[in-house]
């Protein structure tokens, strides 16, 4: 398997190196991190019991590299080390960008691009993954059972990677954002907002579980709630008022479209 060095260490990689470990897929030891950003070592490092490294030059000493920083300063994290990663495996989960310009920035690598999610911290994730030509199968078996320890994955082809940060990748943000209003709906029938907040949480759960479960269309899962003439059908109407369909598929169809333009 070898090691796995982290460049980036903020809260995606936390998520993922934290879930790595606490899963017992992999030893502590055999990983290590660096951040630009002291606060956010620290943060790594006491969230996961990795240690972060003051030089990621030390990237060297490791068999695989996984890139966990934003597309804005991806080429100057990587380009006073660029000599380091031929014959290297290295993992992207860096948002939008591609396989080609991965190639030009990290030249002789084998490459596999990677879209986690947040709840990889409570071993919860959903991912997908794209290799590059020259990535081997024990390369995408290492990347599965990397991201296999904190959730679920798939591979996709490349072009899809931009739909699936939209969905999975931006999509706690808008599941967290609906917790919310549920919640706030509760408080404003007189609530209070412990109790409010813990109804939804646990709905929002219980409700994802029971799609996983039965893998059932969600239209029959929300039909079995709706009886006629009564307090489910009447909520609907307001969604439908509000064409709430509408616009939950344009927020994902703006966030792969700016997906797309953080790659370029």
């Given at each position: 398997?070898?090691?796995?060095?982290?460049?980036?260490?903020?809260?995606?990689?936390?998520?993922?190196?934290?879930g790595?470990?606490?899963?017992?897929?992999?030893?502590?030891?055999?990983?290590?991190?660096?951040?630009?950003?002291?606060?956010?070592?620290?943060?790594?490092?006491?969230?996961?019991?990795?240690?972060?490294?003051?030089?990621?030059?030390?990237?060297?000493?490791?068999?695989?590299?996984?890139?966990?920083?934003?597309?804005q300063?991806?080429?100057?994290a990587?380009?006073?080390?660029?000599?380091?990663?031929?014959?290297?495996?290295?993992?992207?989960?860096?948002?939008?960008?591609?396989?080609?310009?991965?190639?030009?920035?990290?030249?002789?690598?084998?490459?596999?691009?990677?879209?986690?999610?947040?709840?990889?911290?409570?071993?919860?994730?959903?991912?997908?993954?794209?290799?590059?030509?020259?990535?081997?199968?024990?390369?995408?078996?290492?990347?599965?059972?990397?991201?296999?320890?904190?959730?679920?994955?798939?591979?996709?082809?490349?072009?899809?990677?931009?739909?699936?940060?939209?969905?999975?990748?931006?999509?706690?943000?808008?599941?967290?954002?609906?917790?919310?209003?549920?919640?706030?709906?509760?408080?404003?029938e007189?609530?209070?907002?412990?109790?409010?907040?813990?109804?939804?949480?646990?709905?929002?759960?219980?409700?994802?579980?029971?799609?996983?479960?039965?893998?059932?269309?969600p239209?029959?899962?929300?039909?079995?709630?709706?009886?006629?003439?009564?307090?489910?059908?009447?909520?609907?109407?307001?969604?439908?008022?509000?064409?709430?369909?509408?616009?939950?598929?344009?927020?994902?169809?703006?966030?792969?479209?700016?997906?797309?333009?953080?790659?370029?």
């Amino acid at each position: 398997m070898g090691k796995i060095f982290f460049i980036g260490a903020g809260k995606m990689a936390t998520a993922i190196a934290g879930g790595m470990v606490s899963s017992g897929a992999f030893d502590a030891a055999e990983l290590a991190a660096f951040d630009v950003s002291d606060a956010a070592a620290k943060n790594f490092s006491a969230a996961t019991k990795i240690a972060c490294v003051d030089d990621p030059a030390k990237a060297a000493d490791f068999d695989t590299v996984l890139i966990a920083v934003k597309p804005q300063t991806l080429a100057g994290a990587l380009e006073p080390i660029a000599q380091l990663f031929a014959g290297k495996l290295v993992v992207s989960i860096v948002a939008g960008v591609e396989l080609a310009k991965l190639s030009t920035l990290c030249p002789g690598a084998r490459l596999i691009r990677v879209m986690p999610n947040t709840p990889a911290l409570v071993g919860a994730g959903a991912a997908c993954y794209a290799p590059g030509k020259s990535a081997t199968p024990e390369d995408t078996k290492l990347v599965e059972k990397i991201l296999g320890s904190v959730g679920i994955v798939m591979p996709v082809k490349e072009s899809d990677l931009d739909a699936v940060t939209a969905l999975s990748g931006s999509g706690p943000a808008y599941v967290f954002e609906f917790i919310k209003a549920l919640a706030d709906g509760g408080v404003a029938e007189g609530l209070t907002r412990d109790v409010a907040y813990r109804l939804a949480v646990q709905t929002v759960l219980g409700s994802a579980l029971m799609a996983l479960k039965t893998r059932q269309h969600p239209a029959v899962l929300r039909d079995m709630v709706t009886s006629p003439a009564g307090t489910t059908i009447r909520a609907l109407e307001v969604f439908a008022d509000g064409a709430f369909d509408g616009i939950v598929i344009q927020a994902v169809r703006a966030a792969a479209e700016r997906s797309r333009e953080l790659g370029k």
